[in-house]
């Protein structure tokens, strides 16, 4: 990895964190999260159908694998994540009455959140609740469909029992556009009005090279620091392409240099807003192991600040000195 380059965590004033998904052979991306983050998140080790794929059986190997390498490395740990409709294996909804399935999450949540009691400082314990084309703004999932808002009442509760010490987080993507934002705020208002332990919001944010405009995310920002909620962002990465269809053989140079402008422009926002932010995840290391090279089509994708042979591209200058941008 270069060496006469700054460490990305060092330029902002918020926790700095990248999403991982190489299981627990790291090689060079363990020196690359080392210098440049002070926390990580498992793309999808610590998921339900990693974690428990049969009922009762759980699978811990490479969670206590990537928890021991952050430990280790004195860096923060989310987990990622505990209640969620996808990556969640269907015996847990077989048959299920709303007391099994209540019962089901309890269990799921007191041995994995047990296991890293401590150690893992914050949980993403719902994920993607929201529907804003619903009335009520809440996604028609199987949760949903057998329990109405008890599963997300009970993982909170349950979660915050399993570990008092714990941030416990409410996640969803597009939080940025005003309808969800809208849709997620009376949500996390009408449940932590009731008593129901949110201690923070995550914003995905999955953007593009254009969409959306810079001030929606700082209006999101501002809107939930009226609730008095610790916010984070969770998932950040920013696609070279603004539709579901094109492709580049390879990312052409003004493309990466305009994502560098595009970053310098969010963690402008960022910056400014630091005070209503604990911290910031990128939802990778490098380009080399980004979801957006399978979603929603296979091409190729560059969304990250450093690209697949681990190098700094402009988008690393976009947040850690702008004024080397091309
Ligand atoms: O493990 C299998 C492997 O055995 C198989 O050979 C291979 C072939 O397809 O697939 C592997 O599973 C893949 C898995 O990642 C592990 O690499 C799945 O196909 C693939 O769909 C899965 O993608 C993950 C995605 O969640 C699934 O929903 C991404 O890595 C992960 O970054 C992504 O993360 C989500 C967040 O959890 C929630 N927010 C959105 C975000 C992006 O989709």
Partial sequence: IQTDIPSLKDTVPFTLGAAFHRGATLGEHAKLINKHYGSVTPGNALKWDATEPAEGRFTFDEGDALVDFATGNGLEFRGHTLVWHSQTPAWVFEGATKEVLLQRV?????????????????????????????????????????????????????????????????????????????????????????????????????????????????????????????????????????????????????????????YKEIFDVFRRQAAKLSSVTIWGVADDETWLSTFPINRVNAPL????????????????????LP
């Avoid at 009520?136 to 915050?160: M, N, Q």
């Avoid at 600040?305 to 690393?316: H, S």
């Fill in 305 to 324: 600040p450093f690209d697949d042979e681990l190098q700094a591209k402009p988008a690393f200058w976009g947040v850690a000195d702008p004024s080397k």
């Fill in 106 to 262: 309890e269990n799921h949540i007191r041995a994995v959140m047990g296991r890293y009691k401590g150690r893992i400082g914050t949980w993403d314990v719902v994920n993607e609740v929201i529907d804003e084309n619903q009335p009520d703004g809440l996604r028609r999932s199987p949760w949903f469909e057998i329990t109405g808002l008890d599963y997300i009442r009970t993982a909170f509760r349950v979660a915050r029992e399993v570990d008092p010490a714990a941030t416990l987080v409410f996640n969803d993507y597009n939080t940025e556009f005003p309808r969800k934002r809208e849709a997620m705020y009376k949500v996390v208002k009408q449940l932590r009005d009731e008593g129901v332990p949110i201690d923070a919001v995550g914003h995905q944010l999955h953007v593009n090279i254009e969409q959306p405009p810079a001030y929606f995310i700082e209006d999101t920002i501002e809107r939930f620091a009226t609730l008095g909620v610790e916010q984070q962002v969770t998932e950040l990465d920013v696609s070279v392409y603004t539709d579901f269809v094109s492709t580049y053989p390879t990312v052409p140079a003004d493309v990466l240099a305009r994502q560098g402008h595009r």
